[in-house]
Each structure stands twice: as structure tokens, then as C-alpha cells.
RNA sequence: UGACCCCUGGUGUAAUGGUAGCACUACAGAUUUUGGUUCUGUUUGUCAGGGUUCGAAUCCUUGGGGGUCAACCA
């Protein structure tokens, strides 16, 4: 057997080289850091199953760890759904839940170092004065007034900002690093801010919180992570991230920036992400077109494809933008070898057989997946009236049309060849019913016929049907890059028909103990799961990705 | 008019100075009791110029294009 050497990416090649130098005694320790503040979204995925991925391959850990440096954005409802999405993906962080938040000592002490060391100063400066004397991006900055108060001073009074004696807004915590830097983060950054917030993990104890840059970088160093993975926003952040471990001395763990994952047709920014919701343009965070973990799952994507996608779509350096098409792709290769096959006539012609029993019901038997020998068959109700597909039927095929139409055979999946002999009309002109004869000796399984027909339908049995409601998603966006245009907002772009529910499709009676979260493919039509509106009365379907249709196409 | 990063088919990603490959998409065909799946094949690519080298997608250089950075967000 010839076995093909898998390429590493740059991520895997840095790690295998850091394992080779014995740094860190060849130990893999990476973390996934999201802030609570919003739900998981696929981009997040990315960064998971490299977290976690890499780790695992290189017989590392991964710890999680909330990035709750912000009390008044971040929320215990995310907390929640967080870990939730990360398990639901097949990650296991083991005993190492970390919160930056429980680090808020540490991170404090810290602070105090800095300042013995005369290379962090409180400013009592506005926001606004800050600004405008840190420059812009081509000019540098202007040092602080109070840039050069005494170690004591600074001392007493980032004590009191603690103590809270000073109002939000009107004191911070700078590090002295250099004012004239051409990296804008490195001009002085703001380490502790005042917020008078309530914490939803530390409570009222503090209301002094440290930024990002000077939390992120310190837990990773207390939790001795030795790659920290990160996308490519914060590559100007890496100077500073260095400069904190040289002037703390402490754990020297090292970022490293990746791409972010894009998707076509949708948006990633959690932000907006929180808009659509907040101004119910979905329907909540799980709604099933929403790219998020939560939303996905809803919609019936199976975590399994969603790690395949984020494998196949690599890691690197350089923007870009997947093709929605490839997650899709990546979901029907997964529910291909795991759904069952069922029938369901979305759009109901009702056909008579007009020489076949009325009274007479034949339980046929039919394949579960014919990709899964294990899977196993059902007995499915054949009658004398059924329910085809409206658009499996033409008065007027065109030239390779080869299903139903006046005159012409075609074969039921499982069941007969019938043939189409009347078509009967409503006055209005639109068609009521087909009636057809069916071919006695075309039984599938034991058809002596001898009858060779091009099409092969799905139906249902007209008495045994159960009426289920089937919501037929579409992209979230009609536009690719829903944020291109300057002048519109991103919801200008949203596709009106993204969400059309059909209240009542007809499906084979073998669905009706079907439970929330189950996958099937509705044959010739797509993956539908079964959602959680569902009731003992009346079971809700998503699409979940239709099937492929070459049909047309040529 | 600053610093840092990036540029390989339509999209994404390999090739670590030595045959530009893989996946998705598209197209064509075979198989098929799902116009699905599977199988086979085809089209399409190294941003541009200069240099180093026996040899450059890869190294150097100039230019072009794109991204990030001026929250008391992360």
C-alpha cells in the first residue's frame, strides 16, 4: 500500500520545529480563548479544530479559557452555549475551564511590577486626550503630562484607582513603552481602565479590569501555554505581547497569527451577528441560516462535516474567502453516508391508479442507505392514490426530460412502473390529478417486464401520508460579500427568501417517530433534519442543503 | 504619506532552490430503481519587471495590488 505523506501547514511545521529544538522540553500546550460575549460562529470552529487539532497530534492539551476581561459585554448565557458548541464539536478541555477573570490578582500584581520598574504610569487624562496625543499611524505620538510622575506616586494612586476612589473615566493605567513608535500599540497602551461594572464571575470585587493586551497575553504565560494561536488582527499586538513577557520575566509563550476563516454570502463580525438578531431579522442565535455553531446544528449540519470543512479548507497567512459551496459540499459527503433515505413530496399531483385496487395496500420493501449495508430496510404503504412531485410531471417535456408526461412510463422508487394515461384539469387550467395504470409484473425487486424506463420517481401514499411542515432555507445574503458597499448597510442584503416555510408537505409514514435533531435525505431532493419546534402533533423539517441537480444545467 | 503582513487556476491550499500538485467548482462521459452517490476525463494558475543561480513559485531588488493598526473592545 502506498501511503501519501500529508503536508504540514505552517502552524504544524513551526510546532514539529519547536518539538526538534527541545524547547519547552517538546511540551504542546495551546488555548482557546473567546471572549463571552457572543455565540460561537464558524470562523470560531477554525480556530478550535486547530487549537485542539494541533495539540492533539502532537500529544499536547488545550485549555479553554473565557476572555472575560469586559463585565460589561460579557454574559454567563454565552459562557454556556460556548462550551456547549465546543463539546458539541467533539473537543474536550478536560479539567482545564479557565476564566481570564480568575487570573485578576495575579494580573494586578503584575501591574505593580510595571510600575516598580518605572515602566507603567496612570494618566489622568481624558479618552479624548489620549488620542489625540498618540499620534496618528504616520505621525508620532506626544508624551502625557503625567507620563513622568514618581514610582510613589504612581503607586498611590493605581492603589486608589483600585480602592475606587477615583470615578470611571477619569484615570488609567499606561505602560510606558514609546511614545514615538511607529506600531501605534506600542505608544503608551492602556493596561487597567476604571469600570464601575459588575462582573459575572468575580462580581463587585474589582472595578479596575485589564485590557486585552494586558490580560491575554499574561494568562496565557500563567497557564505556561507555549502556542498561542491567534488570528491576523493581532499581529501589531505581538511587539507588546513580548514586551510584557520581557519586562514581567515571566513564561515565555509565543503568538502566532493565522488567517480568520470568511465565508461568501454571509458575515462573521459578532457584532452584526448580534444586530441580526437583536432586530429579529432571525430568529435568534440558532436560527438555522445563521453561521453559527448553534445555528448550524439547528439546520442539521453534523459536526463531523463542519470539522472536515475547516480541514479542507487549511491554514495560512493570506486572506480569504471560502466558497460557501465547499462547507455544503462538505456537509452532504457526511449526511451521504449517515442519513437514512426517506420519501417525501414536497410540492403534492395527486395520481390515481386507476387499475389497481382500491381497497388493496402492499407494504414494499426499501433500501435505508444504499451507502450503509448496516442500515438496514423499511416496509412503505403503496395504494391506489398517491402524491408525486408536482415537478416530476410535464404536459410538454423538453428533450431529455425523462419523468412523467402524457403517454409516458416512468418507475415509482421501490414500487412500479406506471404509466401516465390522463391528465385531469381544474377550470382554471392548472392540473387536479394523473390518472395512470400501473405495470403488474414491474414490481420492484421482482419485475419480469421486461420494461426498461430512464426516470425514477418518489412518492407517498396518498392515505398513510403524514402532513409535516417543512422550512426550506436559503443563504442568509443574496450578495457574496454582504458588506461590500460603502453606502448600504450589510442588511440591505439580505435575501428576502431565505427563509420560505411550506406548512404542510406530505412524508412516509416510517418518519412519525422521527426526534429532534435527525437527519434524512428526502430522496431526490435534499437533507432535512428534524427540528426542535417539532410537536407530538406536528413534526418541523429544515432543509439542511438540497442535492446536488445537474438537471438543466446544460 | 509610517510600521507590520500578504499575493500560486473561479475558490482554497501544497510544492521547504530541482516534473507546479490536491480539494471544491465548472464542463464532458460511464455506472445508477435517487438527474443523488461512485468512477473516468477536460479547461483554467505562480501579480509585473530586473537580478542571483546550471536551475526560481521559492532567494535578492524595484514596482503594483490587498490587509491590519490612531476603543478606557477583544
Not at 497575553?217 to 505581538?238: K, P, V, W
Request: hydrophobic content about 35%.
Amino acid at each position: 500500500m502506498e501511503h501519501t505523506e500529508e503536508s504540514l501547514n505552517f502552524i504544524e511545521q513551526m510546532i514539529e520545529d519547536d518539538i526538534a529544538a527541545g524547547k519547552h522540553g517538546g511540551r504542546v500546550l495551546t488555548r482557546f480563548p473567546p471572549e463571552p460575549n457572543g455565540y460561537l460562529h464558524i470562523g470560531h470552529a477554525k480556530s478550535i479544530v486547530l487549537n485542539f487539532g494541533v495539540a492533539q497530534k502532537y500529544g499536547g492539551k488545550t485549555n479553554l479559557r473565557f476572555d472575560d476581561t469586559n463585565p460589561v459585554t460579557e454574559d454567563t448565557e454565552y459562557v454556556e452555549s460556548i462550551q456547549n458548541d465546543i463539546r458539541w464539536l467533539g473537543f474536550d478541555w478536560e479539567d482545564r475551564l479557565f476564566y481570564a477573570s480568575d487570573y485578576f490578582d495575579q494580573i494586578f500584581g503584575f501591574a505593580l511590577r510595571l510600575i516598580d520598574k518605572g515602566l507603567a504610569y496612570v494618566d489622568d487624562s481624558s479618552a479624548e486626550e489620549i488620542a489625540a496625543l498618540k499620534g496618528t499611524p504616520t505621525h508620532e505620538g506626544t508624551d502625557s503630562p503625567f507620563r513622568n510622575r514618581s514610582i510613589e506616586e504612581n503607586r498611590q494612586l493605581f492603589l486608589e484607582m483600585r480602592d475606587g476612589k477615583h470615578p470611571e473615566g477619569s484615570k488609567v493605567l499606561r505602560a510606558k513603552v514609546d511614545m514615538a513608535s511607529p506600531n501605534m500599540l506600542l505608544r503608551d497602551p492602556v493596561i487597567y481602565r476604571i469600570k464601575f461594572a459588575h462582573h459575572h464571575r468575580t462580581a463587585d470585587k474589582w472595578c479596575i479590569y485589564p485590557m486585552y493586551d494586558f490580560a491575554h497575553g499574561q494568562s496565557d504565560s500563567i497557564e505556561t501555554i507555549t502556542h498561542s494561536l491567534c488570528t491576523l488582527e493581532f499581529e501589531n499586538h505581538r511587539p507588546l505581547y513580548d514586551w510584557f513577557i520581557e519586562q514581567l520575566g515571566i513564561f515565555p509563550s509565543k503568538q502566532t497569527e493565522f488567517a480568520r476563516l470568511n465565508l461568501n454570502y454571509t458575515i462573521m463580525s459578532k457584532r452584526k451577528l448580534l444586530q441580526l438578531v437583536n432586530d429579529n431579522h432571525v430568529n435568534g442565535w440558532d436560527d438555522p441560516r445563521m453561521p453559527t455553531i448553534s445555528g448550524m446544528r439547528r439546520r442539521g449540519y453534523p459536526p463531523a462535516a463542519i470539522r472536515n470543512f475547516v480541514k479542507k479548507v487549511g491554514v495560512a497567512r493570506r486572506e480569504n474567502v471560502i466558497d460557501v459551496g465547499l462547507l455544503e459540499f462538505s456537509v452532504r459527503q457526511e449526511l451521504n453516508k449517515t442519513a437514512p433515505r426517506v420519501m417525501a413530496v414536497l410540492d403534492p399531483l395527486k395520481v390515481v391508479i386507476t387499475n389497481y385496487p382500491q381497497d388493496r395496500v402492499e407494504w414494499m420493501h426499501a433500501e435505508n442507505n444504499p451507502e450503509d449495508p448496516e442500515a438496514g430496510h423499511r416496509e412503505l404503504p403503496f395504494s391506489s392514490e398517491l402524491y408525486i412531485e408536482q415537478d416530476d410531471f410535464m404536459e410538454n417535456p423538453p428533450k431529455k426530460y425523462f419523468r412523467m408526461f402524457p403517454g409516458g412510463m416512468v418507475r415509482l422508487k421501490n414500487a412500479y412502473i406506471i404509466q401516465c394515461d390522463e391528465v385531469i384539469k381544474n377550470e382554471d387550467g392548472s392540473i387536479e390529478q394523473l390518472n395512470c395504470t400501473y405495470i403488474e409484473t414491474s414490481k420492484s425487486g421482482e419485475d419480469t417486464s421486461g420494461i426498461n424506463v430512464k426516470g425514477t420517481i418518489h412518492w407517498v401514499s396518498r392515505a398513510h401520508a403524514l402532513k409535516v411542515e417543512a422550512r426550506m432555507y436559503d443563504r442568509l445574503f443574496s450578495h457574496e460579500n454582504p458588506d461590500h458597499d460603502k453606502d448600504q448597510h450589510f442588511t440591505a442584503f439580505l435575501n428576502p427568501e431565505s427563509l420560505v416555510v411550506k406548512p404542510e408537505i406530505y412524508v412516509e409514514p416510517s418518519l412519525a417517530d422521527a426526534l429532534p435533531g435527525q437527519s434524512y435525505q428526502f430522496m431526490r431532493k435534499g437533507y432535512f433534519c428534524v427540528d426542535t419546534d417539532s410537536t407530538a402533533n406536528k413534526l418541523v423539517f429544515n432543509l439542511t442543503v438540497n442535492l446536488r441537480d445537474n438537471w438543466g444545467k446544460s
